[in-house]
């Protein structure tokens, strides 16, 4: 089966998606996610440029020989451009594996693990008492596990807190919005927020909060010990990971469970984390980690260590993501959660799509591939709309982790 042709789809339906489009000579067609948030452009010029040219004439069927010639042929590896268009041609590889063999992408892996895929979502409000309401609404909407991210007196412009309520969405304008960072204020807030919604919503609901990097290990370490009483599934990028090391220090100091991992993009990144077992749940994804091929590689060698996995899943991953994820959720045996933020109406209808939500739980469907197409006509009435994500800076005005 060959690769007669490909092509990269930018569009907006409420937010950019870019999705690669991969034909074949017998007809069939796959997708994959290509979307690197505020950076977009790039990995759609990369794929155009360089990717594209050498992949048609190839055998569509050979995912993990086009896998290698990308990875090693770049010359230059690793980083999230060329790991996300590596991820787009191998999601769409994927995808016509499964429709040549009528099967979803998750009976080619192996079949299913479990029933569903246990999901988070976001519930996010101004203070502590609109959070507490917000969690609420997710519990009566079926969720079994929740983030929770509220705003700090204090700060200005908090991580994760919506204007509207259902869909966060921080890329909010073309040039980076400038957001105020006090650790202090913080750390005096984050464990009345979680008093708060167990006194309320008592120990039943997993809850999840996001410190989205912001901390130094020592923080870090402080607040997950602070954190204990409230028995959280996870404390999320708690310190920026780049060194790996500076997990121990936060390890050393508490059991609060750890995740790390939406920004990696190699099982490099997070070998010492995870040989190491100084994190709970890696959150490496299929669009910004190489694809199904390479998550499976994280993921076995995270089993070794008991470590789970937690695929990031924010609105800036593609409904194209979401389908191939929730296929290697319901297969991957060391499965922990998948995080699931709501797509606009709009988004759902340019990406038409298998996968089902039902009483806390998702599952991929059982369309052959990953279960997620793209109405070209409708993507088209959606122009790219640059956006970039907000940067933040101390309240002395030295730049900080956003
Ligand atoms: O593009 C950045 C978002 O994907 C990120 O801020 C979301 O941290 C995030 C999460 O956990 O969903
Ligand atoms: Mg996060």
């Known amino acids: 089966m060959?690769?007669?042709?490909?092509?990269?789809?930018?569009?907006?339906?409420g937010r950019n998606?870019?999705?690669?489009?991969?034909?074949?000579?017998?007809?069939?067609?796959?997708?994959?996610?290509?979307?690197?948030?505020?950076?977009?452009?790039?990995?759609?010029?990369?794929?155009?440029?360089?990717?594209?040219?050498?992949?048609?004439?190839?055998?569509?069927s050979?995912?993990?020989?086009?896998w290698q010639y990308l990875y090693r042929g770049a010359y230059w590896r690793r980083g999230p451009v060329t790991m996300s268009a590596i991820a787009a041609v191998d999601t769409a590889l994927w995808d016509i594996k499964g429709k040549a063999a009528g099967m979803p992408v998750?009976?080619?892996?192996?079949?299913?693990?479990?029933?569903?895929?246990?999901?988070?979502?976001?519930?996010?409000?101004?203070?502590?008492?609109?959070?507490?309401?917000?969690?609420?609404?997710?519990?009566?909407?079926?969720?079994?596990?929740?983030?929770?991210?509220?705003?700090?007196?204090?700060v200005k412009?908090?991580?994760?807190?919506?204007?509207?309520?259902?869909?966060?969405?921080?890329?909010?304008?073309?040039?980076?919005?400038?957001?105020v960072w006090n650790t202090s204020s913080y750390l005096n807030f984050a464990p009345k927020l979680f008093d708060k919604l167990r006194e309320v919503h008592g120990y039943d609901v997993e809850l999840l909060h996001d410190v989205h990097h912001r901390l130094t290990p020592?923080?870090?370490?402080?607040?997950?010990?602070?954190?204990?009483?409230?028995?959280?599934?996870?404390?999320?990028d708690c310190t920026p990971a780049e060194n790996q090391e500076a997990f121990r220090l936060v390890r050393q100091h508490t059991t609060t469970p750890l995740a790390v991992g939406e920004i990696f993009n190699s099982i490099h990144d997070c070998r010492t984390l995870i040989q190491e077992q100084l994190i709970d749940y890696i959150r490496t994804t299929v669009?910004?980690?190489?694809?199904?091929?390479?998550?499976?590689?994280?993921?076995?060698?995270?089993?070794?260590?008991?470590?789970?996995?937690?695929?990031?899943?924010?609105?800036?991953?593609?409904?194209?993501?979401?389908?191939?994820?929730?296929?290697?959720d319901l297969w991957v045996p060391n499965f922990g959660i998948q995080e699931y933020m709501r797509h606009t109406e709009e988004t759902d209808a340019v990406f038409p799509h298998a996968y089902t939500f039902d009483d806390g739980y998702l599952h991929p469907g059982n369309e052959p591939g990953i279960g997620v197409d793209i109405d070209e006509a409708l993507a088209a009435k959606y122009p790219y709309d640059p956006k970039q994500l907000p940067v933040a800076r101390l309240t002395d005005g030295a730049m900080w982790n956003w």
Not at 2 to 13: N, Q
Not at 24 to 52: C, K
Not at 218 to 236: N, Q, S, T, V
């Open 287 to 328: 669009v910004h980690a190489g694809g199904i091929t390479h998550l499976k590689q994280i993921a076995a060698l995270a089993a070794l260590y008991q470590v789970r996995t937690g695929s990031h899943g924010a609105t800036d991953l593609s409904p194209a993501c979401m389908g191939a994820a929730l296929n290697f």
């Open 62 to 66: 050979r995912i993990e020989d086009i």
């Open 17 to 60: 998606f870019v999705t690669l489009k991969i034909e074949t000579d017998q007809g069939l067609y796959g997708i994959g996610d290509a979307t690197l948030n505020g950076r977009e452009l790039s990995v759609a010029s990369y794929l155009t440029d360089h990717v594209i040219p050498v992949l048609i004439g190839r055998d569509a």
């Open 157 to 179: 412009g908090a991580y994760g807190v919506a204007k509207g309520t259902m869909y966060y969405e921080p890329a909010d304008s073309a040039l980076p919005s400038e957001t």
């Open 218 to 236: 020592i923080e870090a370490g402080r607040l997950g010990r602070d954190l204990e009483p409230y028995r959280l599934f996870w404390m999320e």
């Open 106 to 154: 998750y009976q080619l892996l192996g079949g299913a693990s479990r029933d569903g895929v246990l999901v988070y979502g976001h519930a996010n409000g101004n203070d502590i008492e609109h959070t507490v309401d917000e969690v609420g609404r997710y519990i009566e909407l079926g969720y079994k596990a929740i983030r929770a991210q509220s705003g700090i007196p204090g």
């Open 2 to 13: 060959k690769i007669t042709g490909a092509k990269v789809i930018v569009t907006c339906p």
